[in-house]
T-cell receptor, first 113, second 113 residues
Framework: GENVEQHPSTLSVQEGDSAVIKCTYS??????FPWYKQELGKRPQLIID?????GEKKDQRIAVTLNKTAKHFSLHITETQPEDSAVYFC????????????FGTGTQLKVEL | DVKVTQSSRYLVKRTGEKVFLECVQD?????MFWYRQDPGLGLRLIYF???????EKGDIPEGYSVSREKKERFSLILESASTNQTSMYLC????????????FGPGTRLTVT
């Protein structure tokens, strides 16, 4: 069935360090992989996404990589700042699901001063 | 700028009550979704709708129903609220075709006592 696994569930880094969050998916035909950020008490918001015809995408300090063979994708945040502290969710579309997204269970990132 | 609103931020109901959660979007989006968010479980899809009067079950539809009489409005109904439905409920909308990005509402924190 449709499944997205996300690791780790919590991640603590020092300010300025890099953070990496990994997700695996079950459907080899999945073609869209977004990452959402949810700050405390706020709604999830899209921060970056990647489609299956691209291996990597960058936007300033964040990047996403996709390995279709291994069916996993990762979020990379460089030079972390306190405002990066939030819960991050990965997601994927699945065959026959139309615009439906299946989300991972989330990663609580804490950037310590 | 997409705007998704939900009728209440906080709601307290008694066991057995019928509960209505309303969601409205102003971007003429075809797709609308209801999720519940619980710690460690991520965002789980309850129901979604691709068009007016159209609905499809998500991953956890038991105990819930939905209504979409107008394109901009998607309602989640708890026919007989139970304590295990205490949760954060998030509504989202997205456009058609390859517009997979989902825009979320602020959420409704429902407590059933």
């Amino acid at each position: 069935g449709e499944n997205v696994e996300q690791h780790p569930s919590t991640l603590s880094v020092q300010e300025g360090d890099s953070a990496v969050i990994k997700c695996t998916y079950s459907d080899s035909a999945s073609n869209y992989f977004p990452w959402y950020k949810q700050e405390l008490g706020k709604r999830p918001q899209l921060i970056i996404d990647i489609r299956s015809n691209v291996g990597e995408k960058k936007d300033q300090r964040i990047a996403v990589t996709l390995n279709k063979t291994a069916k996993h994708f990762s979020l990379h945040i460089t030079e972390t700042q306190p405002e990066d502290s939030a819960v991050y969710f990965c997601a994927a579309t699945f065959t026959g699901g139309g615009n439906k997204l299946t989300f991972g269970t989330g990663t609580q990132l804490k950037v310590e001063l | 700028d997409v705007k998704v609103t939900q009728s209440s931020r906080y709601l307290v109901k008694r066991t057995g009550e019928k509960v209505f959660l309303e969601c409205v979007q102003d971007m003429d989006h075809e797709n609308m979704f209801w999720y519940r968010q619980d710690p460690g479980l991520g965002l789980r899809l309850i129901y979604f709708s691709y068009d007016v009067k159209m609905k499809e079950k998500g991953d956890i539809p038991e105990g819930y129903s939905v209504s979409r009489e107008k394109k901009e409005r998607f309602s989640l109904i708890l026919e007989s609220a139970s304590t295990n439905q205490t949760s954060m409920y998030l509504c989202a909308s997205s456009g058609t075709g390859h517009s997979y990005e989902q825009y979320f509402g602020p959420g409704t924190r429902l407590t059933v006592t």
